[in-house]
Nanobody, 119 residues
Framework: QLQLVESGGGLVQPGGSLRLSCAAS????????IGWFRRAPGKEREGVSC???????NYADSVKGRFTISRDKATNTVYLQMNSLKPEDNAVYYC?????????????WGQGTQVTVSS
């Protein structure tokens, strides 16, 4: 059974950091493009970052320079390091697995992890 599980969310003060994890079971993450998305209350889901099967990365303008996506083949996990967090980063964060490219469809999703940035 193909499964994605996110973890690492929590409550952090503005300016703080969190590292989200997206762990896969039933398939090998490095064979897919993996995207991080988020949905804030009352807003549409937005793409945050992606790593393609070949390792190319991209980021939303709102997180460039603050977030870093990476992939660990040994643990079959994709990480999202989030630094300099802002209240506008409050959202449920999801990871999705798709085709080869970041622009692919994402048929596989995790359950999400809550990130709350507040003083």
């Amino acid at each position: 059974q193909l499964q994605l599980v996110e973890s690492g969310g929590g409550l952090v003060q503005p300016g703080g950091s969190l590292r989200l994890s997206c762990a896969a079971s039933g398939f090998t993450l490095e064979n897919y493009a993996i995207g991080w998305f988020r949905r804030a209350p009352g807003k549409e889901r937005e793409g945050v970052s992606c790593i393609s099967r070949r390792g190319y990365t991209n980021y939303a303008d709102s997180v460039k320079g603050r977030f870093t996506i990476s992939r660990d083949k040994a643990t079959n996990t994709v990480y999202l390091q989030m630094n300099s967090l802002k209240p506008e980063d409050n959202a449920v964060y999801y990871c999705g697995a798709g085709g080869i490219y970041c622009a692919s469809e994402y048929p596989y999703w995790g359950q999400g992890t809550q990130v709350t940035v507040s003083s």
